[in-house]
């Protein structure tokens, strides 16, 4: 298996532009997580879904920031308009819900916003 | 709301000491809780988890925590460590809503001298 993938690895923009983040959930897992990592912060659960559906959108930031996942393969994460606050490591994880809540994390995106 | 502390930022050893890396949490049920380790520009891996029964648990990399109901305590533990074992180590509480989402702590950065 492939594991959590996320593109891209690195993104750089400039303040003001739509940034939008990716990742791939391990075939046959059913939940995904979105977390945020800064220094100041740490690890931040921005979102999860459970079958394609937003369950917990709590820690989404604020309106800028959205969240999508069309199908049970693949799930975005958006910023627009993007500001140098932003600039953090973003995680996409997995997990399948039975019984097992064993979380499998991509690489993250390193986000810099200048 | 649950929560999980890591007192120590930052821990240094000297390869082949022991180490243990303290956890406490808040959560007004029977926690699950996990411990992740992200080396350099990685993602998270799971370590280890509990989640009932025998309150010690053994984990990869020769890992172990503890369970510690009366001191609302889950602490690493590893007998000799290597150099390989230095990354940062996330400590982390099921949420209460259905168990579904993490809250992790802000880590703990683990140094090791040779």
């Known amino acids: 298996d492939a594991g959590v993938i996320q593109s891209p690895r690195h993104e750089v923009t400039e303040m003001g532009q739509e940034v939008t983040l990716r990742c791939k959930p391990i075939s046959g897992h059913n939940s995904l997580f979105w977390y945020r990592q800064t220094m100041m912060r740490g690890l931040e659960l921005l979102i999860y879904?459970?079958?394609?559906?937003?369950?917990?959108d709590s820690g989404m930031p604020e309106d800028r920031f959205s969240a999508k996942m069309p199908n049970a393969s693949f799930s975005t994460l958006k910023i627009q308009p993007s500001e140098p606050r932003d600039s953090a490591v973003y995680f996409c994880a997995s997990r399948r819900d039975r019984g097992d809540e064993k979380l499998f994390f991509g690489s993250g995106t390193q986000l810099s916003v200048l | 709301a649950q929560s999980v502390t890591q007192p120590d930022i930052h821990i240094t050893v000297s390869e082949g000491a022991s180490l243990e890396l303290r956890c406490n949490y808040s959560?007004?049920?029977?926690?699950?809780l996990f411990w992740y380790v992200q080396s350099p520009g990685q993602g998270l891996q799971l370590l280890l988890k509990?989640?009932?029964?025998?309150?010690l648990v053994q984990g990869i990399k020769g890992f172990e925590a503890e369970f510690k109901r009366s001191q609302s305590s889950f602490n690493l533990r590893k007998p000799s460590v290597h150099w390989s074992d230095a990354a940062e180590y996330f400590c982390a509480v099921g949420k209460d809503t259905g168990r579904r989402a993490l809250t992790f702590g802000s880590g703990t950065r683990l140094q090791v001298q040779p």
């Open positions: 509990y989640f009932s029964g025998d309150t």
């Open positions: 959560y007004g049920a029977t926690p699950y």
């Open positions: 879904f459970n079958n394609n559906v937003p369950i917990d």
